[in-house]
């Protein structure tokens, strides 16, 4: 009986050592919210907004039904005098011809066109003329905490940079990202006035990049962008690639198989040639902001921050016919929107409401 008894009392806690060791139960899930997150994808990623492109028709739809739902939940009016929309000025620039670039060697100056060059329209500048020389600066990053520095020693002052895609290997991926990201900046900030990336093998970038918009916003000064605007962005084709390394230190086949990460750079013996006209357009588009006020007396002022990009890609211009030409934009980023609806349905539905404000933010551009 005392046997018993023992054994009896021991096994409560080696159940409750089993229980503990396994994994937890999941959660029940929420229909409900489900539903709602579903509903809210498949309307703002529907064919009727056209893509949700960036100032468009579209988006000023989204923008009018995220007020809705912000209304429905009980939150407060963030904008400037009560609005639900906070207007952001944003400048569009395109090319209204083809722009003319050519590659300048020891053996004379050759035109360059759109199968081999890309160049992106300018926001800063309307008329751009220049030739400039070039220095392969490897990937163009540049990463004090990882010992990463592939401008070191170069000088590429009123040159144009030539880089690599992408980020030397080894790098976290979310640094990397960052790197690739920030090309444009880095090689500003070291006096270049251009950035051209290199294509290998049968990989060709060059498509269609001459011919796409650029948009970025407009600051209350009047300036649009940051100092990367301020510089000639070009893709160049495998063919152009390696005539620009004809004559250098190291030509494209060992530049492209001596791996991947940081490299030194060199001058190149070719100039390029630049010459183009970018047309503006002014506009501007709506960021949605609802707030959930905050029921602490001492920092219900402070502010937390929720947000999720309401625009996409619009309609693509040069589809072909019976070709599905609506970037619908479910993933990127109806359904950030739709989380971060749910998630203001929560906040504010809860018996414990939140201690500082909540600030939620469908953002544009």
Same mark, same amino acid.
Request: aromatic share 6%; charged share 15%; with cysteine.
């Given at each position: +009986?005392?046997?018993?008894?023992?054994?009896?009392?021991?096994?409560?806690?080696?159940?409750?050592?089993?229980?503990?060791?396994?994994?937890?139960?999941?959660?029940?899930?929420? !229909?409900?919210?489900?539903? $709602?997150?579903?509903?809210?994808? !498949? #309307?703002?990623?529907?064919?009727?907004?056209? @893509?949700?492109?960036?100032?468009?028709?579209?988006?000023?739809?989204?923008?009018?039904?995220?007020?809705?739902?912000? =209304?429905?939940?009980?939150? =407060?009016?963030?904008?400037?005098?009560?609005?639900?929309?906070? !207007?952001?000025? #944003? *400048?569009?620039?395109?090319?209204?011809?083809?722009?003319?670039?050519?590659?300048?060697?020891?053996?004379?100056?050759?035109? /360059?066109?759109?199968?081999? /060059?890309?160049? $992106?329209?300018?926001?800063?500048?309307?008329? *751009?003329?220049?030739?400039?020389?070039?220095?392969?600066?490897?990937?163009?990053?540049?990463?004090?905490? #990882?010992?990463?520095?592939?401008?070191?020693?170069?000088?590429? $002052?009123?040159?144009? /940079?030539?880089?690599?895609?992408? &980020?030397?290997?080894?790098?976290?991926?979310?640094?990397?990202?960052?790197?690739?990201?920030?090309?444009?900046?880095?090689?500003?900030?070291?006096?270049?006035?251009?950035?051209?990336?290199?294509?290998?093998?049968?990989?060709?970038?060059?498509?269609?990049?001459?011919?796409?918009?650029?948009?970025?916003?407009?600051? *209350?000064?009047?300036?649009?962008?940051?100092?990367?605007?301020?510089?000639?962005?070009?893709?160049?084709?495998?063919?152009?690639?390696?005539?620009? #390394?004809?004559?250098?230190?190291?030509?494209?086949?060992?530049?492209?198989? %001596?791996? &991947?990460?940081? +490299?030194?750079?060199?001058?190149?013996?070719?100039?390029?040639?630049?010459?183009?006209?970018?047309?503006? !357009?002014?506009?501007?588009?709506?960021?949605?902001?609802?707030?959930? &006020?905050?029921?602490?007396?001492?920092?219900?002022?402070?502010?937390? /921050?929720? +947000?999720?990009?309401?625009?996409?890609?619009?309609?693509?211009?040069?589809?072909?016919? @019976?070709?599905?030409?609506?970037?619908?934009?479910?993933?990127?980023? %109806?359904?950030?929107?739709?989380?971060?609806?749910?998630?203001?349905?929560?906040?504010?539905?809860?018996?414990?409401?939140?201690? $500082?404000?909540?600030?939620?933010?469908?953002?544009?551009?």
């Amino acid at each position: +009986m005392m046997l018993r008894r023992v054994v009896r009392l021991c096994a409560a806690p080696l159940a409750f050592l089993l229980a503990a060791a396994t994994a937890p139960a999941p959660l029940a899930a929420d !229909q409900g919210a489900t539903n $709602r997150i579903h509903a809210d994808v !498949q #309307f703002l990623a529907s064919d009727s907004l056209e @893509g949700r492109d960036t100032g468009s028709r579209g988006h000023a739809i989204a923008a009018q039904y995220v007020a809705a739902q912000f =209304t429905a939940i009980g939150l =407060t009016p963030g904008g400037p005098g009560g609005s639900w929309y906070l !207007q952001v000025p #944003f *400048r569009r620039a395109t090319h209204p011809t083809p722009p003319r670039v050519s590659i300048i060697t020891s053996g004379g100056t050759r035109p /360059v066109g759109d199968a081999d /060059v890309g160049l $992106r329209p300018s926001l800063t500048q309307q008329q *751009r003329a220049f030739s400039a020389e070039l220095v392969f600066v490897g990937h163009g990053v540049i990463e004090p905490k #990882f010992g990463i520095d592939e401008y070191a020693g170069l000088d590429v $002052r009123n040159k144009i /940079v030539v880089t690599i895609r992408g &980020a030397p290997s080894g790098l976290p991926g979310n640094v990397a990202a960052h790197l690739e990201l920030t090309k444009d900046e880095i090689a500003a900030s070291r006096g270049a006035i251009g950035i051209a990336e290199l294509s290998f093998g049968g990989y060709n970038a060059t498509a269609g990049v001459s011919q796409q918009p650029v948009v970025d916003w407009v600051d *209350r000064s009047g300036a649009v962008g940051n100092a990367a605007s301020r510089i000639a962005a070009l893709v160049l084709s495998p063919a152009l690639s390696r005539q620009l #390394f004809n004559g250098a230190p190291r030509s494209l086949n060992q530049v492209a198989s %001596a791996g &991947a990460g940081p +490299m030194r750079g060199f001058a190149l013996p070719a100039r390029l040639s630049i010459s183009d006209q970018s047309r503006w !357009q002014d506009f501007s588009s709506p960021e949605v902001i609802g707030v959930l &006020a905050g029921i602490d007396a001492r920092i219900g002022q402070e502010v937390v /921050v929720l +947000m999720a990009h309401l625009d996409h890609l619009g309609v693509k211009a040069d589809a072909v016919p @019976g070709e599905d030409a609506i970037y619908n934009g479910a993933l990127d980023n %109806a359904a950030g929107v739709a989380t971060m609806l749910e998630a203001a349905r929560e906040f504010a539905r809860s018996p414990s409401r939140p201690r $500082r404000s909540v600030l939620f933010i469908a953002n544009t551009g």
